[in-house]
């Protein structure tokens, strides 16, 4: 599960944490009236308490995140937990309990959070938004955790006889190369992409040649506003729109954490029309490059164009 953190609006840092509660019970009354409760219960021995699911008339225990304490702060209706919990290292980190497992909330954000730990999980609704608190340097703020979950798969193409490749996320086009009446096929080769307009991430704008290299054409695909400016102003190319978003990487080529690299690989022209490759796989990027295809993107070392989820 992929969530992306922004701080709370209007909200302002502050120092310290509130004490974790070791007996409190803590629900929201929509989940009070499904007969679910959560808190923490103390095992009697050792100072350990851990956080619990109450549920249809049986106590669970959640466990911890290697420590030998936790709570539970909030629930929602289909049973998912937030809360805090010790790690290993008796530091304290937030936690959400889902499909039967305690996992540590700061495994799950890929972006937003700059540098910051979440040590709590105060709430989460039946929209799977979680509220937070997170801190940086001991100075403490709330944040909102959003699902990530408008994914597709950019899947893609080969044309034989033009020696291109394509990709494409958009359902009707892949419908109609599935068909196989146009020459292309697929490679059995994909990678996840997100929607347009996903919160953190950058959307993709698409191109295509038209008839300047005809019988072939291509399309062309940058994350980059600026990238997109320049190609616009190119009268090869017509702006088709955005079609999908990914993440950036950093300067160095680096993606965000939970994000995989996409590289982009030019044919220098050499099927007498421009063609790239989009490609998650760091042996297909040599292969190509062996082949003369020539590595776009940020940093010298990875060239990554963006950042995509995970197959």
Known sequence: M???????????PRAGLPEASRSRAIC????????????????????????????????????????????????????????SAFTPTNEQHAFLFADGKMHDL??????????????????????????????????????????????????????????????????????????????????????????????????????????TFAPKSSHFYTPFD?????????PVWTYEGTVFSMMLPDVSGVCPRLTIPLYRLYNDGKSGAPNHRYTTSAAIRQQMIAQGWIPEGVGKSEGAIGCVPPQ
């Open 2 to 12: 992929l969530r992306e953190a922004q701080r709370a609006r209007g909200a302002k």
């Open 28 to 83: 929201s009354a929509k989940a009070a009236a499904r007969g679910q409760v959560t808190g923490a219960s103390d095992l009697g021995y050792g100072g350990r308490s851990h956080a619990f699911l109450f549920s249809n008339g049986r106590l669970i225990d959640l466990g911890t995140l290697g420590g030998n304490f936790s709570v539970g702060r909030g629930i929602n209706n289909s049973g998912q937990v937030v809360g």
């Open 106 to 211: 700061n495994d799950l954000v890929f972006a937003g959070l700059e540098g910051a730990i979440l040590v709590s999980g105060m709430g989460i609704n039946d929209h799977g938004q979680i509220v937070a608190n997170g801190c940086t340097a001991g100075v403490c703020q709330a944040y909102r955790l959003d699902p990530v979950e408008r994914q597709s798969t950019a899947v893609e193409y080969f044309h034989a006889g033009y020696g291109h490749y394509f990709v494409t996320a958009l359902p009707n086009e892949i419908s109609m190369l599935d068909a196989g009446t146009s020459g292309w096929s697929r490679t059995g080769l994909s990678f996840k992409v997100l929607a347009v307009d996903e919160v953190g991430s950058a959307n993709v704008c698409r191109f295509w040649s038209g008839q």
């Open 226 to 234: 600026w990238e997109c400016a320049i190609v616009k102003s190119n």
